[in-house]
Structures are given as C-alpha cells and as structure tokens.
C-alpha cells in the first residue's frame, strides 16, 4: 500500500493528513502557526509536531510515505525556499515537494489542470496557472506592499473605526460595544488609553464581529465591500497578466473569511471586478480543506492518475465541514 503525507501550514495552524492512494485517510496530525515568517523555529517545531503527530496516529514510519507534499504560507519567494529546503528536509521524508499554500488551495478547489484562487484568512493572496501552465502570484506580502484584508487587515479596521467614531472622526457604529465586549472594557476611552500604554495589537479575532454586525452597520459593510472588491482586483491581475481572460476556468475561494465568514457582504464586489475582465470564469468556494490539495499533488508527482473515487473519498472526509468537525478545534 502506498501512502502520501500532505501537510497545510498556515498563519493560524498546520495540518498534516496521510491517506493511501485511494484517498482514505489513515492518520492527522494538527499544531500551531506554520509559516516560518512568522519565526522560522516556531514553523519548523510546529511542522514537525503536526507531521510526527500525523505518522503516529497511522501507525506509519517516515519509510513509508511515498511523497510528501508540503504546502506552506510565506513559500513565496527564492529567499523564502533558501529557509525552507533544509527544514523540510530535516524531517527525514523522502521524496517530498514544497509549495505555497495558494498551490495547494487551488488543487483542491478544482479538477482542471489550472485556474485561480484567492485566499483570504490571517492575510490574503492570489495565484493562477494558465493553460499553458505559466504561473503568477499577486500579494502575499501584507499591506505595505499592496495588500489588503485578511483577518489581520480587517480586525485593525474594525477596532480603528470605533476609536474614529468616538474622537468624532467616523459614523457611530455598532462595531463599538461588539469589540468593547469582546475586549472587557467599559468605554472606548479606557480601551484606547490601554492599548496605547501598553504596546498592545488589535487582535485578528475582530475580524468576525464585521461579519457580526454587518447586516445593521454601514460601516461594518464598508469594510467588507472593500475587502470584496481588494480580491476581486487581485484576481483581476493575475488573470489579465496570465492572459486567461477569455479562458473557462475555476476561481477557488479559500481562507476562512471566504469560507466561513457570510459572503454577501464580501463576493458580490469581488464579482464585479472579475467578470467584466473574465466573463467565462466559474467562482467556487473551496468546500475541502486545503491539505486536500496536498495530498492530491503528492499523489500526482508520485506518478499516481487520480480518478473519481479519490476526489469522492477526498471530499467525504476533508470537506470543511466534516474536518473542523473531527480534527481542526481538536
């Protein structure tokens, strides 16, 4: 029996799964932060738990994994590779592939052998392959170079919208007692002085409450309108830089301000700006987890031709819904 090891290693959580080559899953393993931007040790020990979790729960040695696919946040540049080669290949699996997340992401989304996807959770990015399989990225690298949104973004613009509308500056909004309550202060005064004194940040977990309050705020919709239409036109580049726009092809949404947050608010302006530049463009919402991805390409650069039954298998037990049940909170 051959068996393949797919790890997803983002800014929240890594998630390795093995399964064997019919998509049965034989074993998991889940640990904190992966990408190793945001500390390179912290990544590789959290990597190296999920993976020795992984192996464990299989009852399986690193000998017999066929290929490992690793999909990482942060795997964005050379410079990012120089670091991540001989961490990953510290682990002892051989063979094994690293790509960026947004690889994985988009394998899972769809079948084709190209196609865009936009992820959009801790931060955001996009990446497509064409036809003739060139690839591209656009973003990944935060707000000071072209970003924005994800939950990082959208949290600090949560919190600094309700200290613009207490100096006067904005609209009142109904974000302001969500993240008073939320934070456990009496006042946005007393929060501004604190967060102030003490060299705090805005935690990501703000983001939600945009999601909360968006059907009763303006100003809440604001901020999702612009994130919507901030994704639409990175998509938009990679598309037209690719040359995909009269092409048919999947644009896979994935992260979870996509997947789990309420997409009214957000994918009808991302719609606007990508169906004039690529009318023939099916929008879907990544229904699997990423590692998904993983583990297909894994099998795929094995020399494995996927068919029907591992997408079905695949998709029975790592859709978004069945896995945060069984192991993502675990």
């Given at each position: 029996?051959?068996?393949y090891?797919?790890?997803?290693?983002?800014?929240?959580?890594?998630?390795?799964?093995i399964?064997?080559?019919a998509?049965?899953i034989?074993?998991?393993?889940?640990?904190?932060?992966?990408?190793?931007?945001?500390?390179?040790?912290?990544?590789?020990d959290?990597?190296?738990?999920?993976?020795?979790?992984?192996?464990?729960?299989a009852?399986?040695?690193?000998?017999?994994?066929?290929?490992s696919?690793?999909g990482?946040?942060?795997?964005?540049?050379?410079?990012?590779?120089?670091?991540?080669?001989?961490?990953?290949?510290?682990?002892?699996?051989e063979?094994?592939?690293?790509?960026?997340?947004?690889?994985?992401?988009?394998?899972?989304?769809?079948?084709?052998?190209?196609g865009?996807?936009?992820?959009?959770?801790?931060?955001?990015?996009?990446?497509?392959?064409?036809?003739?399989?060139?690839?591209?990225?656009?973003?990944?690298?935060?707000?000071?170079?072209?970003?924005?949104?994800?939950?990082?973004?959208?949290?600090?613009?949560?919190?600094?919208?309700?200290?613009?509308a207490?100096?006067?500056?904005?609209?009142?909004t109904?974000?302001?007692?969500?993240?008073?309550?939320?934070?456990?202060?009496?006042s946005?005064?007393?929060?501004f002085?604190h967060?102030?004194?003490?060299?705090?940040?805005?935690?990501?977990?703000?983001?939600?409450?945009?999601?909360?309050v968006?059907?009763?705020?303006e100003t809440?919709?604001?901020?999702?309108?612009?994130?919507?239409?901030?994704?639409?036109?990175?998509a938009?580049?990679?598309?037209?830089?690719?040359?995909?726009?009269r092409?048919?092809?999947?644009l896979?949404?994935?992260?979870?301000?996509?997947?789990?947050?309420?997409?009214?608010?957000?994918?009808?302006?991302?719609?606007?700006?990508?169906?004039?530049?690529?009318p023939?463009?099916?929008?879907?919402?990544?229904e699997?987890?990423p590692?998904?991805g993983?583990?297909?390409?894994?099998?795929?650069?094995?020399?494995v031709?996927?068919?029907?039954?591992?997408?079905?298998?695949?998709?029975?037990?790592?859709?978004?819904?069945?896995?945060?049940?069984?192991?993502?909170?675990?």
């Amino acid at each position: 029996m051959n068996y393949y090891l797919g790890v997803d290693g983002g800014g929240s959580k890594t998630l390795a799964v093995i399964s064997d080559e019919a998509g049965r899953i034989a074993g998991h393993g889940v640990s904190g932060c992966g990408n190793h931007q945001a500390g390179a040790q912290t990544a590789e020990d959290n990597i190296r738990l999920a993976v020795e979790e992984a192996l464990r729960s299989a009852g399986l040695g690193k000998e017999q994994i066929t290929y490992s696919l690793f999909g990482l946040a942060g795997a964005d540049r050379e410079a990012d590779y120089r670091v991540l080669r001989p961490m990953i290949a510290g682990l002892g699996l051989e063979p094994h592939g690293i790509v960026c997340d947004t690889v994985i992401a988009l394998r899972a989304g769809t079948r084709n052998s190209y196609g865009v996807v936009l992820i959009c959770g801790t931060g955001t990015n996009s990446y497509g392959i064409n036809s003739s399989g060139e690839e591209l990225q656009v973003g990944g690298f935060g707000y000071t170079f072209g970003d924005f949104g994800g939950g990082s973004d959208l949290a600090v613009e949560a919190f600094r919208s309700v200290i613009r509308a207490w100096e006067g500056r904005g609209q009142p909004t109904r974000l302001a007692p969500a993240i008073l309550a939320q934070l456990g202060y009496g006042s946005e005064e007393e929060m501004f002085h604190h967060f102030l004194d003490h060299g705090l940040r805005v935690p990501n977990g703000l983001a939600k409450l945009i999601f909360e309050v968006a059907g009763e705020d303006e100003t809440a919709r604001a901020i999702l309108r612009r994130q919507g239409s901030e994704l639409g036109n990175a998509a938009k580049a990679v598309i037209r830089k690719l040359g995909m726009e009269r092409d048919s092809f999947d644009l896979v949404m994935a992260g979870s301000i996509l997947t789990r947050g309420d997409s009214r608010y957000v994918v009808p302006y991302l719609e606007a700006e990508v169906l004039p530049a690529a009318p023939a463009c099916r929008l879907r919402v990544l229904e699997q987890e990423p590692v998904a991805g993983a583990l297909l390409l894994a099998m795929e650069r094995s020399g494995v031709q996927v068919g029907e039954a591992v997408y079905q298998q695949l998709q029975h037990t790592l859709s978004v819904k069945a896995a945060n049940a069984v192991w993502i909170n675990h």
